[in-house]
């Protein structure tokens, strides 16, 4: 497939190159799509393309769905394989792989994070749009310091107090994207039982309740209470995260986070049904304005 046969609709690599918002997370899963399409319209199996680059059908699946990092040699000659020959294309391709394998900045905390959470946060750079349903805390992107503290206790309870205190910090770096140029919107729903749980003490608890209202009013930030009296809809499953992007070529994702893993939804069946979920989340959690009315009358509560 040569440069003349692209889809005129197709975005060219170049856009990624000249705004690569979202680092090299997304620009490995821009980069997958755009090899997986070649090899698709070239009618090459994995296999094949795999044996191209020394590699097997698993090495090119976990390139394609951006999952590792890539060698410009492998590229140029899944390239090649793929009827590529056109100069000019294939510097883009082979600019955006030294882009995409690049660190980002939350590399530095390498020490404490783990490679499904880095995803995360790489995702989190890129998307438009967040959508999140917590049960036990307070989303992390809107956590206090001193509560993410007591979170990170709990969670690494053995764990050097320095090593806790780089995952405390990460969390922090993590919430500059709310207030910085091209921030998300994000769009909370919170569980009664995440607010009610004095998690680090009464100080810490009002500290972030407090915390909640003034972040509430941020005009990219929408914030929802769902209150007990939900039922089973507000208790079932666990947390559920819901990331959108303005780049044609990134899908919706659909993290699930559990004790030492988390999951990446992308098939369109099982994003629909989670986008169900959150949905009706939405639709019957208290609105914007009853749950600032809510958390406003916890803080009075609280003492």
């Not at 590529?84 to 294939?90: F, K």
């Not at 969670?155 to 205190?165: K, T, W």
């Not at 990460?170 to 004095?198: C, N, S």
């Not at 929408?222 to 947390?239: D, H, S």
Request: glycine share 8%.
């Amino acid at each position: 497939m040569t440069a003349m046969m692209r889809p005129s609709s197709e975005p060219p690599i170049k856009r990624y190159l000249e705004r690569p918002r979202g680092g090299p997370t997304v620009l490995r899963i821009v980069l997958g799509t755009h090899l997986r399409r070649l090899r698709i319209a070239s009618n090459i199996t994995r296999e094949a393309a795999g044996d191209s680059i020394r590699g097997s059908h698993a090495k090119i699946s976990r390139l394609e769905l951006g999952r590792v990092g890539s060698k410009e040699r492998d590229i140029a000659d899944l390239l090649t394989l793929y009827g590529v020959h056109d100069e000019e294309l294939r510097a883009d391709f082979l600019a955006l792989a030294r882009q995409a394998g690049m660190p980002g900045w939350w590399q530095q905390y390498g020490d404490v994070l783990s490679h499904w959470f880095e995803t995360l946060i790489g995702l989190e750079e890129a998307a438009s749009l967040i959508r999140t349903y917590e049960v036990q805390f307070v989303p992390g992107l809107l956590q206090t310091e001193a509560y993410a503290r007591a979170v990170t206790k709990l969670g690494y309870p053995s764990a050097p107090d320095r090593e806790n205190e780089r995952r405390v910090e990460l969390r922090m770096a993590r919430q500059r994207l709310l207030t910085g140029p091209d921030a998300p919107k994000l769009w909370a729903v919170v569980d009664e039982a995440a607010l009610r749980r004095p998690l680090g003490g009464p100080e810490t608890m009002r500290e972030q309740l407090e915390h909640l209202v003034e972040v509430a009013q941020l005009p990219n930030v929408t914030l929802q209470v769902a209150p007990f009296n939900m039922g089973g809809l507000a208790a079932a499953g666990g947390p559920i995260t819901i990331l959108r992007f303005q780049e044609p070529d990134l899908p919706d994702i659909v993290y699930l986070e559990q004790l030492t893993s988390a999951l990446y939804l992308e098939k369109q069946d099982d994003i629909d049904n989670y986008m169900s979920v959150m949905d009706r989340l939405s639709a019957e959690a208290d609105t914007p304005r009853e749950s600032l009315c809510f958390l406003k009358d916890l803080i009075a509560s609280s003492g």
